[in-house]
């Protein structure tokens, strides 16, 4: 028991000396000191005379190796040492070095924050640029939807003029309704009328008022007609308006207001749908910018089935249509939605639409002729703002 008692005391002698000889031998922590003045000389003694050996500039930080009473014995680096007044100095904690390691990674983190930020702002200026051109399309579409329901037949002999606000001149009366979107069809002889209306199909009439008993007798011994609203014009009177029929009669004197909102009128109280008892025939005409996006527009909305052929240039393309969709299309070497895009790009030539009777189911493949058409509007809004950019 002695023995153990002993070994113990000895152990934790030999482990305090240890100890002690450690705490002995490390060496002091080393003391700091900044530089308070503008510009400190280092010099090799404690002399105001002595050699210059560097420069110390104000907040530089110096390890201290001795001190006097006023003088300081400081090391900048591992070849400059030297002395310097202790009253240009002042304590200060270990200098501050930067790691290269988290400069770089603050590097990348500011990098990489500014990079998400314009992917942000790309992304939301295609989205916007996209929700612009599409509602662009929407409201060309709209307005091809509404031009081709307003569709005017006219019979003048002596086609009248209108004086025009909006061109600052006398235009000519089919002229003054194109301009303000209506599609309007001129005819000037009587005998020629009825046939006419059959190809171009209007959804109301306007008429001299020399021509009223012609225009009566067919709209009323006609069913394509017989629905369809009547406006004369140059009335010297305004005679009994049938009944169940819509008629309305404007004086020679009547301005450009007194048309407009007389042909809006009528066209609201027109029926909601006319029914034709004639038998199909072929929609014929020229092609000008956007006449083949109208009209595909409005074939597709009272889903027609039949041959849509376009001439241009020597060039002969074809369009199928079951129901108002796209089941064919070609031009040139093109097929499918290519050929009815390059279709739709002409500006020049003819256009001749076949109606047909649909029998059986929609072929396989066929194409939204809505969708196709928003589709070509986007990108030709697109291929727009990037010609102007």
């Keep these: 028991m002695r023995k153990s008692l002993a070994a113990l005391a000895l152990g ?17 922590a080393p003391r700091w000191v900044r530089t308070d003045e503008t510009v400190v000389p280092i010099r090799a003694d404690i002399s105001r005379n002595g050699e210059i050996r560097g420069f110390l500039r104000k907040g530089q930080v110096v390890a201290v190796e001795r001190s006097t009473e006023h003088w300081v014995k400081i090391r900048s680096n591992d070849t400059l040492e030297g ?7 002042v304590e200060s904690g270990p200098p501050v070095h930067l790691d290269p390691g988290s400069v770089k990674s603050v590097f990348l983190a500011i990098l990489l924050l500014g990079l998400c930020a314009f992917l942000f702002l790309a ?9 612009d051109a599409e509602e662009r399309a929407r409201q060309a579409l709209a307005d091809a939807k509404r031009r081709l329901q307003n569709k005017l037949q006219l019979l003048f002999s002596d086609e009248p003029r209108i004086r025009s606000h909006l061109a600052m001149d006398e235009l000519a009366l089919r002229d003054f309704l194109q301009g303000i979107g209506y599609v309007a069809n001129l005819e000037s002889d009587p005998e020629r009328f ?11 009439i306007v008429s001299d008022y020399a021509f009223q008993g012609e225009v009566e007798k067919l709209v009323e ?20 308006t049938p009944l169940g029929r819509v008629r309305a009669f404007l004086d020679p004197n009547a301005t450009e207001r007194d048309l407009t909102e007389t042909l809006s009128a009528c066209l609201k109280r027109s029926p909601e749908k006319i029914l034709y008892s004639v038998k199909p025939v072929a929609l014929k005409g020229a092609i000008h910018a956007g006449t083949l996006l109208e009209l595909l527009h409005f074939l597709a909305a009272v889903k027609k089935t039949g041959q849509l052929i376009a001439t241009s240039g020597g060039t002969v393309g ?23 895009e390059s279709i739709l790009n002409l500006t020049a030539g003819a256009f001749e639409f076949h109606e047909q009777n649909p029998s059986g189911p929609a072929p396989e493949g066929a194409l939204n002729t809505e969708k196709m058409l928003m589709d070509w509007a986007r990108a030709k809004d697109e291929s727009n703002y990037r010609s102007r950019a």
């Design 12 to 28: 934790l002698l030999l482990a305090v000396a240890v100890r002690a000889d450690t705490a002995a031998s490390s060496p002091p």
């Design 83 to 89: 002395w310097v007044p202790a009253s240009s100095m």
């Design 123 to 131: 992304v939301s200026l295609r989205r916007k640029r996209k929700a």
């Design 194 to 204: 009825m046939a006419s209306c059959k190809t171009f199909k209007p959804n109301l």
């Design 221 to 240: 011994t006609d069913a394509l007609l017989i629905n369809t609203p009547v406006v004369y014009l140059r009335c010297g009177e305004t005679p009994a």
């Design 318 to 340: 074809e369009v199928l249509l079951h129901d108002g969709n796209v089941s064919k299309g070609s031009w040139k070497d093109l097929a499918g939605a290519g050929a009815v």
